[in-house]
């Protein structure tokens, strides 16, 4: 297969995120690749090394068009509200990306811009030293199991129904719960949880 004469990381990036997105995560090799690209596997190790390489390829490319400013006037609450909702529509618009933004947070660029957003929003409410670092930990901890949660484990998935009707004398709470949750959506849990854990930072602010 010819080769295209030159290649970017963009363009490597659009075609491993096109493979996921058609076939899934578990597709994504440096055959289905140069495939994708219309050029010889071997080729594509001018580029990449690995799949790893691939992957934060791939991180960057969901993350590219996330807009990272927020109103300086503002509150940092209503801030950090809108870069969590930003990263949460990019990566849910792939959702078989997911596991690959923990995977990768440190190595790839759309990560790291979008983490230097966050801990600037947070520096200007309040937050220093340790405090910062385990509000943005927290953070970022809640977004990763928010994301699991919604595209793994869904609220409306029918496990939620099949627990709802478990026996009530054996469990109780567990029964209730999963009733009430069968009423809700995605957006209600990962709102909830987010105003539950912005409450609970501002007392450390």
């Known amino acids: 297969m010819p080769r295209p004469r030159s ?11 096109a493979v996921i997105d058609r076939d899934g995560l578990a597709a994504l090799t440096m055959r289905a690749v140069a495939k994708e690209l219309h050029m010889a596997t071997m080729a594509l190790y001018r580029y990449v090394s690995d ?6 390829l791939v991180v960057d490319e969901v993350l590219a068009g996330i ?15 809108a870069l969590l909702e930003r990263m949460r ?3 849910s618009a792939h959702p078989a990306t997911v596991p690959l933004v923990p995977r990768h947070r440190k190595s790839s660029n759309g990560t790291r811009r979008w983490m230097e957003a966050m801990l600037s929003v947070l ?3 309040g937050f220093d030293g340790a405090d910062r670092v385990i509000a943005q930990r927290t953070l970022v901890a809640f977004l990763l199991g ?23 004398e054996e469990y109780p709470m567990l029964t209730q719960t999963a009733a009430q949750a069968r009423k809700m959506s995605v ?11 912005l409450r609970g930072l501002a007392d450390r602010a």
């Open 67 to 81: 807009d990272v400013s927020t109103p300086a006037e503002a509150h940092w609450r209503d801030r950090l509200t």
């Open 7 to 17: 290649l970017t990381k963009h363009d490597l990036g659009v075609a491993a995120l």
């Open 123 to 125: 520096n200007e409410g």
């Open 187 to 197: 957006d209600d849990e990962f709102r909830g949880g987010l105003a539950i854990v």
């Open 146 to 168: 928010s994301l699991e949660n919604e595209h793994y484990a869904s609220i409306n998935a029918p496990a939620t129904t099949a627990i709802a009707q478990l026996s009530p």
């Open 51 to 56: 799949r790893e390489e691939l992957e934060v």
């Open 89 to 91: 529509a990019a990566i």
